[in-house]
């Protein structure tokens, strides 16, 4: 008999985009399959029943505290468990594996929950970070002691969790190196660059934790030295307290420091144009997708010593890491590249070989479903 999964996400776009092979796997393996989450487009729900996947639409505030709302979001996925005959519940990102967990704990069914990410909350980065953290170490302590397996995407996380005193030695975790690439859908491509013609480039929420502003002011002080380098950012301005003001990109791309490009569907397409990849988050990632899909195209990173991050690196080889928060190592990672061209293709053939060993979406794919057999084998 057909074992039935649901999977729930903060996100709708993630589903078919992050996690769109993990569910074709799913159901390759006769498993029945139900993605829910917030604000779901027509499009996102199209993506998803053609992966053959049943799609939800799930009232979840993504972000805030709302008590009466966020209990009425327990009991909706209480009720999607019990209508949907649910065998094993899988969530992702904060507060699906919250209340996706509590209210499978209230079906008595198995969860195994990923944490893809700690984010802002624990990066003790302000008062009001160190205040969220508090409350959400009660909320992911109360939902995980019931789960069959809490996967990680980073050592460090998983050590937080324990650390912190979340879980407990006693529970389960398991490591995957997030959430895979694909490795045809980014492929390899050599790069030819002519002296100090080089194109960086970052794919990010346009947010100051991501180091969107390190990236503005490194352009600022490279394009006056060396004009013929080219600095992209690709990415929406939201409405979060530390959003980048549009009015500041705008000035920078009519100045021509930045290019500016807004939030694309293609990022392939862009990319496979790009030479260097540049994420200088100060913010605590899982392992973020971006850079694995930079790897797979084969271009060099510079990103940050920080969890999820440090994993994508080998230091020198395919790329650098550089202090979280600080502009000179920005600048002077950026600078190594316009100044040594030929080592470009050099590293972005290293960063296509560790996406190949390591990031291969199809062995982080084995490597769930494998975890979902054997919990619901016991």
């Known amino acids: 008999m057909n074992k039935n999964v649901l999977i729930i996400a903060s996100l709708a776009n993630s589903l078919p985009h992050f996690r769109g092979d993990f569910i074709a796997e799913l159901i390759k393996q006769g498993y029945t399959v139900f993605a829910a989450a917030p604000e779901m487009t027509s499009k996102n729900i199209d993506e998803l029943t053609q992966l053959g996947a049943t799609p939800i639409t799930l009232d979840l505030d993504r972000t805030g505290l709302n ?197 694309k569907d293609n990022v392939p397409d862009f990319l496979k144009d790009m030479h260097i990849f540049v994420l200088p988050t100060f913010y605590r990632e899982g392992i973020p997708r971006s850079i694995l899909e930079a790897l797979s195209i084969g271009m060099p990173i510079i990103t940050t010593n920080t969890p999820g991050c440090k994993e994508t690196i080998v230091e020198n080889e395919n790329g650098f890491l550089i202090t979280p928060n600080s502009l000179e190592p920005l600048i002077e990672a950026c600078k190594f590249f316009i100044e040594n061209p030929s080592k470009i293709n050099q590293m972005g053939k290293r960063s296509r070989l560790l996406a190949e060993e390591k990031f291969d979406v199809n062995i982080i794919n084995k490597h769930l479903t494998d975890n979902i057999k054997t919990v619901l084998d016991n």
């Open 67 to 263: 008590p009466v709302k966020d209990f009425k979001s327990v009991l909706q996925i209480k009720n999607l468990i019990k209508e949907h005959h649910i065998d094993l519940v899988f969530p992702y990102t904060i507060k699906p594996v919250v209340y996706g967990s509590i209210a499978a704990n209230m079906c008595n069914k198995p969860t195994i929950s990923l944490i893809t990410g700690l984010g802002f909350t624990f990066s003790g980065a302000s008062t009001k970070a160190n205040m969220l953290q508090q409350i959400t170490k009660r909320l992911y302590r109360y939902a995980l002691r019931k789960n069959k397996l809490v996967i990680f995407q980073n050592e460090d996380d998983r050590q937080l969790f324990f650390e912190k005193r979340i879980l407990s030695k006693k529970q389960k975790t398991d490591i995957v190196n997030g959430s895979g690439v694909n490795l045809d859908r980014y492929p390899f491509r050599e790069i030819n660059v002519n002296s100090q013609e080089v194109k960086f480039v970052i794919v990010a929420r346009l947010i100051k934790e991501k180091g969107i502003q390190l990236f503005m002011d490194t352009a600022k002080a490279l394009k006056k030295q060396f004009p013929l380098s080219e600095f992209h950012i690709i990415g929406g301005v939201g409405n979060s307290p530390s959003s980048i003001k549009i009015e500041a990109l705008n000035t920078l791309h009519e100045s021509g420091i930045i290019v500016f490009h807004g939030p």
